[in-house]
T-cell receptor, first 112, second 116 residues
């Protein structure tokens, strides 16, 4: 699986958009970009994934550059409950026995 | 999303004793189970992968005789930390997977183990 690079920490004001960047310059054509988050002392939670098109769901938006070497997770209106470590992971396809390899992630702190 | 439970959610044990952690996949059949551990202020590290009815595959550096994994059914997997030592104190998280096409990996809520 391709390696990802994320800033170790970011701050965001409550109610504002949080934009979390991720570099994955060695991503292969069949690898997807996944985002998970982990609130303190809980298991990771799936947020969103994408291959090459931008994606949006009820939690977030995912913007992937045209060359697919980087992406940005956008939380449009951050709340205090969004304070967590956010992990950007690249992996081939769907699940069915395929592991997720976690990097160091970005600690997002949403401030009141 | 799928419902995954772990028991206990936290446990304190004395050095030298063994601790069993249960992971249940409540609404789908987990043919594969991933076990992760997470030390304070660190990321999740995969410990082992097990398939229902067969022996687990351990990651490099993880002692298979110390961390016993049983995956005897499609809804239950257990991780037993044998002869626990303080350095085994960690957050243990299971992640079941099944024969399905899905892009969302599910995780248990985790078990906090403290060895005194």
């Amino acid at each position: 699986d391709a390696k990802t690079t994320q800033p170790p920490s970011m701050d965001c004001a409550e109610g504002r958009a949080a934009n979390l960047p991720c570099n994955h310059s060695t991503i292969s054509g069949n690898e997807y970009v996944y985002w998970y988050r982990q609130i303190h002392s809980q298991g990771p939670q799936y947020i969103i994934h994408g291959l090459k098109n931008n994606e949006t769901n009820e939690m977030a938006s995912l913007i992937i550059t045209e060359d697919r070497k980087s992406s940005t997770l956008i939380l449009p209106h951050a709340t205090l409950r969004d304070t967590a470590v956010y992990y950007c992971i690249v992996r081939v396809g769907g699940t069915s026995g395929s592991r997720l390899t976690f990097g160091e992630g970005t600690q997002l702190t949403v401030n009141p | 999303g799928a419902v995954v439970s772990q028991h206990p959610s936290w446990v304190i044990c004395k050095s030298g004793t063994s601790v069993k952690i249960e992971c249940r996949s409540l609404d789908f059949q987990a043919t594969t189970m991933f076990w992760y551990r997470q030390f304070p202020k660190q990321s999740l590290m995969l410990m082992a992968t097990s398939n229902e009815g067969s022996k687990a595959t351990y990651e490099q550096g993880v002692e298979k005789d110390k961390f016993l994994i049983n995956h005897a059914s499609l809804t239950l997997s257990t991780l037993t930390v044998t002869s626990a030592h303080p350095e085994d104190s960690s957050f243990y998280i299971c992640s079941p997977d099944g024969d399905r096409v899905s892009y969302e990996q599910y995780f248990g809520p985790g078990t906090r183990l403290t060895v005194t």
